[in-house]
């Protein structure tokens, strides 16, 4: 089955800092997508971008399919974005389960 | 419904005992994912619906687990004679299906095992 990478595994940002968060997949994808797991446990949809760029705010996201990793970027970043992202893909003809990686762990400080 | 909703919330109960987790997804989705997040870990995939496919029951991790999708619908996850490993939050999506469609994440059960 496709395997997920995430990197880094845990960050600290000062609040105002960017950052980049990578995904890496081992095969070509249908589907894939960016969350955001609040310390609540809440899971938020970011992005659906199985390939292509788009931008909501001070989030964007990138997916080079053909080189199979996505990169999701905050930029100035503030205390609420801290908690876990978590990218997951899927493939339809194995399936279509959605297959998560094992997140970034983000905890930006005041 | 607006968004997937789960119930119960949380659920404490005692080593043994059955338990039935509850999932009504978004209405017109036709795919139905439960997974399981233990303390401080990632998501475990348990069971996929796929409209009137077989389930892909490969995640399910005992016997003791099993789920059925009622009317292609609400899906209940039934753990039977719990025990203390299976505390963690369980997490139920939907979606339209075919795996290249969006999907969205209900609250969560929390399931306690004491």
């Known amino acids: 089955g496709i395997q997920v990478e995430q990197s880094p595994p845990d960050l600290i940002l000062q609040e105002g800092a960017n950052s980049t968060l990578r995904c890496n997949f081992s095969d070509s994808v249908n589907n894939l997508q960016w969350f955001h797991q609040n310390p609540w446990g809440q899971l938020i949809n970011l992005f659906y971008i199985p390939s292509g760029t788009k931008q909501n705010g001070r989030l964007s996201a990138t997916t080079v399919a053909t080189e199979r990793y996505s990169l999701l970027y905050i930029s100035s970043s503030q205390t609420t974005d801290s908690g876990v992202y978590f990218c997951a893909v899927c493939r339809y003809n194995q399936g279509g389960k959605l297959i998560f990686g094992q997140g970034t762990e983000l905890s930006v400080k005041p | 419904g607006a968004g997937v909703s789960q119930s119960p919330s949380n659920k404490v109960t005692e080593k043994g005992k059955d338990v039935e987790l509850r999932c009504d997804p978004i209405s017109g989705h036709t795919a139905l994912y439960w997974y399981r997040q233990s303390l401080g870990q990632g998501l475990e995939f348990l069971i996929y619906f796929q409209g009137n496919s077989a389930p892909d029951k490969s995640g399910l991790p005992s016997d003791r687990f099993s789920a059925e999708r009622t009317g292609g619908s609400v899906s209940t996850l039934t753990i039977q004679r719990t025990q203390q490993e299976d505390s963690a939050v369980y997490l139920c999506?939907?979606?339209f299906g075919q795996g290249n469609t969006e999907a969205f994440f209900g609250q969560g059960t929390r399931l306690t095992v004491v």
């Open positions: 999506a939907s979606s």
